[in-house]
């Protein structure tokens, strides 16, 4: 009956529901009509709970217990006789649910019933053909009414059924939740998908900033996209055009009528929110961009690159009207105060300065830090500015006198950045533990401590409600919390498959990929099968490559381990852990000797490391001042070679470790080197579009190679070093004749940047991964491409044709992930 009918959903929602809400679930139009007059019936019999003016309801968590046994009973009992009445008016579990809510409902309901139903049809199996068999019978009767069909979704979810191929046509499927799931070939044709939710196709979130009202959330991911998402159903309403990498950075102007973005491409986009189109580019920065922010009287953008400069420009205009440069290393964040007349910039440096905005002076430099400093922020009455980094600790200055008031320690890493409420109550902070914390501004206590993220959180921001606050990171994840509680309410699951690093096998029968999703993909060449899936890795995998025998697959990444797997079997072996307690950072390049006994690393730690790899030992070779993008060994193991984005390669002695030589030419970032077969040449790419061929024994650069319009990353001579491969960020491929420096072939090879080449044995084939998902492999004499190796999409070849409840957004989200649509 309507009374019984309600005590279920109270239950089932586990915490206070609305009229209005409790409407919206009930299936039929007379139980909806009544429902004010059963809920009164109800507290007669009843002692409902209400709160906030009585609009809410739920009942004694006593009473919770009893009902949900007593609904879990009747729906075992249901399915097993086939007369299905609870089981199709009640939805089990509720996708667009907080996450504590539907966490809770898969646990209280879906984990005992499947357990139940498992023993009453004697294993997984026979229950999953029971379940098909009452979808083929609903099916008789198009789109009925009901949550049977999202239910069974569930269900097979829970039990991680591989839904390859499975039909779900005419069909309504409400509440299903179906984020992280992959459903190839499925068909989904012509049935209602009204209140599910899917995996979305955002990349690695960089940067996050809540629009002035709270109604919109600016996500800004390593694809290079800013994407508006409705708050707080995450429902994306637009996407900008994209910047051509990662974006960093984000923020509202004070009215919400502008957004300015800014990416490790060094160029900042102005948008007009209203119609999404980029109504000024501000120009003059020429490298990474890790910070932005608006004046609160909207008219000045504050900007901070790791060229150590700062630069204010014209809201209006986007001209330049200043650039701040007393930093000396870094600038990672910048923040007005709130009358807008003084600056805060935070810097790898270690200090932190204030800026006086009319005068352009560096008024105060706040030391103390021990370490780099990602980020600051004012509190809203401007009287103290928080800080964090690399030192594990929070501190409160007071900005008139510039003294450390407080500190506040609890984080186990390096803390990425932070951000008060509006009201200045609280303060949130996030760090690669991965963690987010809430503090309590006055007293200096943690409040509560959010834990979710399996990756280290990368950017956050507070939402004008003082409770709301969004966080995102590398694995593709964006998450909401509530301030209060430190509960997560909402996540948001993205998919973009990114190859960051290929590597074919010495005897050219394998090759091993990287890729955005944390696992290593050991592939055979020949047939394109994906053989295994090394998996271990908690963050982005920068680098793979095979030893000299074949035998061993190293891998690093910004988890900052040195991962060691079996070839043949995939089998884990061993991680190379540095014996430091110091910071190291992410590890983004790797090179074996020839003789397979010492390995090299290096990274965001300005280190290259030499490794043993049967001792572990590990001997540091100092001198860059920063981040070393790649490691080499000559042929003969005598020297290594390293570049970093001091513009510099410098030549190492192997044995003793002493700098032989620093190579200077380029004008930006060194991306990439290689070592000619004979070791006597060097050819390295650069930020700056070009490749300089360096003789080794000299140190002078014999030749500069221009031709690519944009970063140029990977770099590698041929087996037969006749000519050099350089892949490039808008997606080409170029060959060069090693000996002339004249590009004879470029080839429009990826729709992404170019992350990752190598050539073959018999210098025939050339391999190059993207960022675009794909491996290929292209045939040097005829310029073909011969084969292509990609991992399915979640939703490849699942099919979307006349499907309701999803809007055009919706299906095109599904569409980028591989769904199709028949629209003839």
């Known amino acids: ?28 139009k007379t139980a909806q009509d009544n429902l004010s007059e059963t809920l009164c019936s109800l507290q007669i019999k009843i002692p ?19 009902i949900t046994e007593k609904l879990i009973t009747s729906v075992c009992q249901e399915i097993k006789i086939g007369k299905l009445q609870n089981f199709n008016n009640h939805a089990l579990l509720h996708a667009q649910a907080k996450d504590y809510i539907r966490n809770t409902q898969s646990r209280i309901f879906i984990a005992p019933i499947t357990q139940k139903l498992m023993d009453i049809f004697h294993g997984q199996q026979n229950l999953e053909k029971y379940l098909l068999f009452i979808l083929e019978n609903i099916r008789k009767t198009p789109l009925l009414p009901g949550y049977i069909g999202g239910n069974i979704l569930n269900l097979f979810c829970y039990l991680k059924t591989n839904l390859k191929g499975y039909n779900f046509s005419y069909l309504t499927i409400k509440q299903a939740y179906l984020q992280g799931i992959n459903l190839h070939n499925v068909n ?18 960089h940067a996050l900033a809540f629009s002035p009202d709270g109604k919109l959330l600016a996500a800004g991911d390593s694809n290079g996209l800013v994407r508006l998402l409705k708050v707080p159903d995450g429902q994306q309403i637009a996407t900008f055009q994209k910047h051509e990498w990662w974006v960093l950075s984000i923020a509202y102007s004070p009215n919400g009528e502008k957004l300015v973005s800014s990416s490790i491409d060094g160029k900042i986009k102005m948008w007009n929110v209203a119609t999404r189109k980029c109504i000024n580019n501000l120009e003059g ?27 204010l420009w014209d809201a209006n205009t986007g001209e330049c009207i200043q650039t701040l440069e007393k930093h000396k290393g870094w600038v990672l964040g910048v923040a007005f105060s709130p009358d807008g007349k003084t600056l805060a910039s935070a810097s790898a440096d270690k200090t932190i300065k204030l800026w006086n905005v009319e005068t352009f002076k560096c008024i105060r430099t706040l030391k103390g830090s021990k370490d780099g400093v990602w980020s600051v922020a004012f509190t809203p009455d401007g009287k103290k500015l928080a800080s964090c980094g ?59 401590t959010g834990k979710g993220h399996q990756t280290g959180i990368r950017t956050l921001a507070f939402c004008c409600d003082n409770k709301t606050v969004a966080t995102g990171n590398n694995d593709q994840v964006l998450k909401l919390w509530d301030a209060q509680t430190g509960k997560c309410v909402k996540t948001f699951q993205g998919y973009t498959d990114q190859v960051w690093s290929v ?23 020949e047939t394109g099968e994906c053989l295994q899936c090394l998996r271990g890795h908690k963050a982005l995998i920068w680098s793979v490559v095979f030893s000299p025998d074949g035998k061993k697959i190293v891998s690093c990444g910004d988890d900052e381990n040195i991962m060691v797997w079996d070839a ?35 990274g ?49 002695d192997i044995d003793t470790g002493e700098c032989l030589k620093t190579l200077r030419g380029h004008t930006k970032n060194v991306r990439s080197i290689a070592f000619s077969p004979d070791g006597k040449l060097l050819v390295s790419g650069s930020e700056d579009t070009t490749l300089k061929l360096w003789d080794v024994s000299t140190g002078e650069c014999l030749k500069t190679l221009r031709g690519h319009k944009c970063l140029v990353w990977p770099v590698k001579f041929s087996a037969n070093g006749k000519f050099i491969v350089s892949g490039a960020q808008n997606g080409r491929l170029k060959l060069w004749d090693a000996s002339t420096g004249e590009c004879w072939k470029t080839l429009k090879a990826h729709n992404e940047h170019i992350s990752s080449v190598d050539c073959s044995g018999d210098s025939k084939t050339v391999i190059s991964g993207s960022l675009d998902g794909t491996v290929k492999f292209w045939d040097i004499e005829s310029s073909e491409c011969w084969k292509t190796l990609r991992v399915p999409r979640p939703y490849e070849g699942m099919n979307i044709t006349g499907v309701k409840g999803l809007t055009e957004g919706n299906k095109e989200v599904l569409k980028a992930l591989g769904a199709v649509e028949d629209l003839g």
């Open 604 to 652: 965001q730690d300005a280190t290259v490391k030499i490794w043993n790899l049967e001792t572990e030992e590990c001997r540091v070779l100092s001198g860059h001042q920063g981040w070393v993008w790649k490691v080499i060994l000559s042929p003969d193991d005598r020297t290594l070679a390293s570049s970093s984005d001091d513009q510099t390669i410098k030549i190492w």
């Open 503 to 525: 590597a074919l096998s010495p005897d050219g029968k394998k090759i091993a990929s990287s890729h955005l999703d944390y696992v290593v993909r050991m592939w055979d060449v």
């Open 48 to 66: 409902l709970e209400k709160s906030q003016q009585g609009k809410y309801f739920t009942i004694q968590p006593v009473l919770i217990e009893y």
């Open 1 to 28: 009956d309507d009374e019984k009918e309600i005590l279920y959903w109270l239950a089932i929602h586990r915490e206070p529901i609305s009229i209005a809400n409790l409407k919206s679930d009930i299936l039929t």
């Open 285 to 311: 920065h020429t490298n990474w961009i890790f910070s932005l922010t608006f004046s609160p009287d909207a008219q000045t953008i504050a900007s901070g690159c790791n060229d150590h400069t700062i630069k």
């Open 390 to 448: 690399y030192e594990r600790i929070i501190r409160l200055w007071n900005v008139k006198t510039g003294e450390c008031d407080r500190e506040l320690a609890g984080h186990q890493k390096e803390i990425k950045v932070l951000a008060f409420s509006p009201d200045g109550k609280t303060l949130a902070s996030a760090c690669f533990e991965p963690t987010v914390k809430f503090w309590n501004v006055e007293t200096g206590e943690c409040l509560a």
């Open 568 to 602: 043949n079997s995939g089998s884990y072996w061993k991680c190379l852990l540095y014996p430091t307690q110091q910071y190291q950072g992410g590890i983004w390049t790797l090179a074996f000797s020839s003789c397979g006994q010492f390995l090299a690393s290096a």
């Open 188 to 205: 989904f044709s012509y049935s209602d998908l009204t209140q599910s939710i899917f995996t979305q196709s955002f990349g690695g979130i």
